[in-house]
């Protein structure tokens, strides 16, 4: 008797797909630098600096995005805290940075305003441009798996789950304020001049950040959708429509979603590293309840447990944002207010899912 035949594993991209990753990937790696170091100023193809930091920026968001896609649309667990983790890794880059602005004997500038005679210990690793890289995944994912471990161990979940979250980056953002925890108070840190002694404020140290941050984004998405089309992403959707049907089937959620919740912290973690040294400042802000909240608007506005659709919804929102709040920067928060609410009355599955729904409608008729 013939042996069951297994369903054979579908590719990770289509044909389409991969063609349109490959365009990405060219755009972020060719195109965008030749507009921008190449085409002169007077041109009306030149990308100009402005947005090439504007674009990486938003990248970065996109990582953000993605990450929570990860956690909120295949697991079904709504953190408003990650902020906290992409505010982490822009912390630790930035100690990098203040250490390579003041010179290897020196104490950073907020250092010797405040008559400190010697660095805090948690500046130990500073110096090292392959410690802060380390650090850079260890710090925001060792603060996830501590806080995930307990509150995933005591099965707090829904809501419960999502104000914890936020009441934590609180929290942080309350302790990061004070002068005496020597992450620079209130103003956090900001003269960043070189890195790897490779002076920051040229025209190919920002294209050269811009091209890594593309890059990380393009290789999160293509991680992000090797797990979700395995077995592992298969018992993550399973715990997000019945979590307790999958403990009954034998299956411990508590690893899965602790996993999850680590790997999406860490992605917004190198998030927050790429973005510091394009900003050029990092500052307690970063940590406050909004930015988290702003991460699940463009998860939801592009289209929940898509992995494409986040980075969509990244995109749109901050395109609007930057010009919004150049034309009619008072009507900014009310417009974001308006966009929340019309998706999730409108458009539960997100701009994507809409237009997923509308191809359907055309290849049935």
Same mark, same amino acid.
């Given at each position: 008797?013939?042996?069951?035949?297994?369903?054979?594993?579908?590719?990770?991209?289509?044909?389409?797909?991969?063609?349109?990753?490959?365009?990405?990937?060219?755009?972020?790696?060719?195109?965008?630098?030749?507009?921008?170091?190449?085409?002169?100023?007077?041109?009306?193809?030149?990308?100009?600096?402005?947005?090439?930091?504007?674009?990486?920026?938003?990248?970065?968001?996109?990582?953000?995005? &993605? $990450?929570?896609?990860?956690?909120?649309?295949?697991?079904?667990? =709504? %953190?408003?805290?990650?902020? #906290?983790? !992409?505010? +982490?890794?822009?912390?630790?880059?930035?100690?990098?940075?203040?250490?390579?602005?003041?010179?290897?004997?020196?104490?950073?500038?907020?250092?010797?305003?405040?008559?400190?005679?010697?660095?805090?210990?948690?500046?130990?690793?500073?110096?090292?441009?392959?410690?802060?890289?380390?650090?850079?995944?260890?710090?925001?994912?060792?603060?996830?798996?501590?806080?995930?471990?307990?509150?995933?161990?005591?099965?707090?979940?829904?809501?419960?789950?999502?104000?914890?979250?936020?009441?934590?980056?609180?929290?942080?953002?309350?302790?990061?304020?004070?002068?005496?925890?020597?992450?620079?108070?209130?103003?956090?840190?900001?003269?960043?001049?070189?890195?790897?002694?490779?002076? &920051? $404020?040229?025209?190919?140290?920002?294209?050269?950040?811009?091209? =890594? %941050?593309?890059?990380?984004? #393009?290789? !999160?998405? +293509?991680?992000?959708?090797?797990?979700?089309?395995?077995?592992?992403?298969?018992?993550?959707?399973?715990?997000?429509?019945?979590?307790?049907?999958?403990?009954?089937?034998?299956?411990?959620?508590?690893?899965?979603?602790?996993?999850?919740?680590?790997?999406?912290?860490?992605?917004?973690?190198?998030?927050?590293?790429?973005?510091?040294?394009?900003?050029?400042?990092?500052?307690?802000?970063?940590?406050?309840?909004?930015?988290?909240?702003?991460?699940?608007?463009?998860?939801?506005?592009?289209?929940?447990?898509?992995?494409?659709?986040?980075?969509?919804?990244?995109?749109?929102?901050?395109?609007?944002?930057?010009?919004?709040?150049?034309?009619?920067?008072?009507?900014?928060?009310?417009?974001?207010?308006?966009?929340?609410?019309?998706?999730?009355?409108?458009?539960?599955?997100?701009?994507?899912?809409?237009?997923?729904?509308?191809?359907?409608?055309?290849?049935?008729?």
């Amino acid at each position: 008797m013939a042996g069951t035949a297994l369903p054979t594993r579908a590719p990770l991209l289509s044909r389409p797909g991969w063609a349109a990753f490959i365009l990405a990937l060219l755009a972020v790696c060719a195109l965008a630098p030749v507009l921008n170091l190449l085409v002169p100023e007077g041109s009306p193809l030149h990308l100009s600096d402005y947005m090439v930091g504007l674009l990486g920026k938003i990248m970065c968001y996109a990582i953000c995005a &993605l $990450a929570m896609d990860l956690i909120w649309g295949y697991t079904g667990i =709504l %953190s408003l805290g990650h902020g #906290l983790f !992409f505010a +982490l890794g822009g912390y630790v880059m930035g100690m990098y940075l203040m250490r390579q602005a003041a010179g290897p004997d020196a104490l950073p500038p907020f250092m010797v305003f405040l008559d400190w005679k010697a660095l805090p210990w948690q500046w130990a690793l500073s110096g090292s441009f392959i410690a802060t890289l380390i650090l850079i995944v260890l710090v925001p994912g060792l603060v996830a798996f501590v806080f995930g471990y307990f509150a995933f161990r005591s099965r707090i979940k829904g809501v419960y789950f999502s104000i914890i979250t936020q009441a934590l980056t609180v929290a942080a953002m309350l302790l990061f304020f004070r002068n005496e925890t020597g992450f620079g108070g209130n103003n956090g840190f900001t003269g960043f001049t070189t890195i790897l002694g490779y002076p &920051l $404020a040229t025209q190919g140290m920002r294209m050269l950040l811009f091209v =890594l %941050s593309g890059l990380a984004l #393009l290789g !999160f998405y +293509l991680m992000a959708r090797w797990l979700v089309r395995s077995k592992y992403g298969r018992v993550l959707q399973a715990v997000r429509d019945a979590e307790s049907r999958v403990m009954f089937s034998g299956y411990s959620p508590l690893p899965y979603k602790l996993s999850i919740w680590v790997i999406s912290a860490v992605m917004c973690g190198v998030a927050g590293a790429l973005y510091v040294p394009q900003v050029g400042i990092i500052n307690p802000g970063e940590m406050s309840p909004g930015n988290s909240i702003e991460i699940a608007i463009w998860t939801a506005v592009g289209g929940r447990a898509t992995l494409i659709g986040p980075i969509v919804g990244a995109f749109l929102v901050n395109g609007a944002k930057s010009w919004l709040t150049v034309a009619a920067p008072e009507f900014w928060l009310y417009f974001l207010g308006a966009l929340f609410i019309a998706v999730t009355l409108w458009l539960p599955n997100g701009i994507v899912g809409l237009v997923r729904q509308l191809m359907r409608k055309d290849k049935s008729s």
